[in-house]
């Protein structure tokens, strides 16, 4: 079974600079996705940035990066030049196998960041 | 190219009765999404469907709860008998069947049970 584990309940940052929000996971399957979503105060999951387990770059969406580490299981993202709208709670997500029909994604505990102005 | 939309955005309720949400994926989407997310935690799924198929529930969808999607577009999720324990953050999401797979979701239906 896939598990998603985030370690940090909530992480501050001062505005401008780089916070890293670790994810780790477990899985057995040799093919599979890992995303990470932003949730404003408003609700709504935002989808940030993918990385594929066959990806062999980190994967990076503008001011987001991902710290893939296969072999540690870890998927770490990285925002850079923190802005004040960044301050959410960021959730780290895996994706089953989908010749299983295990296309429905498997959500971690969530990181609440808060920028510090 | 609009997002997925979801109707109501907040739904208050007395125990026991019945409650439906609806939800417009993105147009082009063949897949579609139902989550619940309490308080404090990450969303948890609850089906899904491709076109107008239903092709997974998970064990939290009790009798009580059923989704169609009719014709392959928009979707329901209907809540019969409503309990307290009900109470949660109904998302509804929509991706692609091929590539990333990349699941985009609405606002959500936040619903409360009195």
């Known amino acids: 079974a896939q598990k998603i584990t985030q370690t940090q309940p909530g992480m501050f940052v001062q505005e401008k600079e780089a916070v890293t929000l670790d994810c780790t996971y477990d899985?057995?399957?040799?093919?599979?996705?890992l995303f990470w979503y932003k949730q404003p105060s408003s609700g709504e999951m935002i989808f940030l940035i993918y990385q594929g387990s066959y990806d062999e770059q980190n994967a990076t969406e503008g001011r987001y990066s991902l710290n893939f580490q296969k072999a540690r299981k870890s998927a770490n993202l990285v925002i850079s030049a923190s802005q004040l709208g960044d301050s959410a709670m960021y959730f780290c997500?895996?994706?089953?196998?989908?010749?299983?029909?295990?296309?429905?994604?498997?959500f971690g505990t969530g990181t609440r960041l808060t920028v510090i102005p | 190219d609009t997002g997925v939309s979801q109707d109501p955005r907040h739904k208050i309720t007395k125990r026991g009765q019945n409650v439906t949400f609806r939800c417009d994926p993105i147009?082009?989407?063949?897949?579609l999404y139902w989550y619940r997310q309490t308080l404090g935690q990450g969303p948890e799924f609850l089906t899904y469907?491709?076109?107008?198929?239903?092709?997974?529930k998970s064990r939290l969808l009790s009798d009580r709860f059923s989704a169609e999607r009719p014709k392959g577009s928009f979707s329901t999720l209907e809540i019969q008998r409503t309990e307290q324990g009900d109470s949660a953050m109904y998302l509804c999401a929509s991706s692609l069947s091929w590539g990333q797979e990349t699941q985009y979701f609405g606002p959500g239906t936040r619903l409360l049970v009195l």
């Open positions: 899985t057995s399957d040799q093919s599979y996705g």
């Open positions: 469907f491709q076109n107008e198929a239903q092709l997974e």
């Open positions: 147009s082009e989407h063949n897949r």
């Open positions: 997500a895996m994706r089953g196998v989908p010749q299983t029909g295990a296309n429905n994604l498997f």
